[in-house]
């Protein structure tokens, strides 16, 4: 109710400047027709359309269930009384306006201003009162879309996990009586990677070093299970925080190892590059696998990739960019691009 107070307290004052400002205008047109005081003219003006406007005010506050075409028709009966009430009061001093009866020429332009007061000022409030409820609506709706979004990102990320799990602890199965020590280490790296993939699904943003971390822990344990097939390397020049979306490198980079590297004969290479433009961050995984048109790989299609086009897409509508480009010296480029203006801080 206190709300509802405040927000019809400013429109009052709203309206009644504009209506003063109205008034002085209209006292000045009468008073070429009837000659006079001035301030005669304004105060029987003021009369007309503070009645009008406050009426008005009064009903839609107290009986907020009438329409608005009653709450106007309520307003406009009561400047007509009160209106010539006060106009008779100011007039009857002269002998023309002795009776009450002798005011129809000032009551019949009494009404036509009020009614053009109505059609200035009271309908315009009511228009900005609508657009203010509309804003409130749309407010109120885009919040509801903010939480519908971030529960299909959550959805999303929780789709986004190591396909390699079981695999790798196969590995760690087999390297334990082979090569305890490259077991150990397997071991190892997979405990950063989980415990890594854990915390960045259940957050919002993550650091681009602890990103790179995690995909340094994924390469690690795969360069363990390929052995001389795969190399790979990190370029990282940005010394500063930045911030992005948890498990957007991740799924490239396994992208890249599993529809490029692993079903090419020899193996190949997987670099990941960061880079710093005015404008963007762009983050690069390249590979020398088999490519997008040799028939054994499926660059493009995973789930993985499927999913972080959805979000970065979600996240920053157009802004935001993924695309695949086949190398001529042989294997996929992975570009990412993300405005660093939509980024947090």
Same mark, same amino acid.
């Given at each position: ?50 009645? &009008? ?6 009903? &839609? ?17 009561? &400047? ?15 002998? /023309? ?29 009511? #228009? ?10 749309? #407010? ?47 071991? /190892? ?14 957050? /919002? ?80 995984? &390249? ?23 959805? #979000? ?34």
């Amino acid at each position: 109710m206190n709300e509802t107070l405040k927000h019809h307290g400013k429109d009052s004052i709203r309206s009644l400047i504009l209506t003063s400002l109205f008034c002085m205008v209209i006292a000045f047109v009468t008073q070429s027709i009837w000659p006079s005081s001035y301030m005669e003219h304004l105060l029987i003006s003021i009369g007309y359309g503070y009645s &009008a406007v406050g009426t008005s005010h009064l009903v &839609a506050l107290f009986i907020p269930s009438l329409s608005s075409r009653q709450v106007t028709s309520i307003g406009l009966a009561g &400047a007509m009384t009160i209106g010539t009430a006060n106009a008779y009061f100011v007039l009857q001093k002269y002998d /023309e306006f002795a009776q009450i009866s002798d005011l129809k020429p000032v009551v019949i332009l009494g009404l036509v201003f009020t009614c053009t007061c109505f059609v200035f000022f009271y309908a315009h409030e009511q #228009r900005l009162i609508a657009q203010k409820e509309a804003e409130i609506a749309k #407010r109120k709706q885009s919040e509801l879309e903010k939480a519908m979004l971030l529960s299909q990102l959550k959805q999303l990320q929780s789709q986004i996990e190591p396909h390699f799990l079981f695999n790798t602890l196969a590995n760690v199965s087999v390297l334990i009586g082979q090569d305890p020590k490259q077991a150990q280490l397997m071991l /190892e790296r997979l405990t950063d990677l989980l415990r890594g993939t854990l915390k960045s699904s259940r957050q /919002e943003y993550s650091s681009l070093q602890t990103e790179l971390e995690m995909v340094d822990a994924y390469l690690a344990i795969q360069q363990i299970r390929l052995g001389n097939r795969l190399s790979y390397s990190i370029d990282n020049p940005i010394r500063q925080e930045v911030n992005l979306p948890p498990l957007v490198i991740q799924p490239l980079v396994e992208n890249a190892i599993q529809h490029g590297i692993e079903p090419k004969v020899d193996g190949g290479s997987v670099h990941i590059s960061v880079q710093q433009s005015d404008c963007d961050l762009i983050i690069e995984v &390249a590979d020398s696998g088999v490519g997008m048109n040799s028939g054994l790989g499926q660059a493009g299609h995973g789930v993985g990739l499927q999913n972080t086009r959805q #979000r970065l897409k979600a996240l920053f509508g157009e802004h935001a960019n993924l695309s695949l480009l086949e190398s001529q010296s042989g294997g996929v480029k992975a570009k990412v691009s993300i405005p660093l203006n939509a980024l947090p801080s």
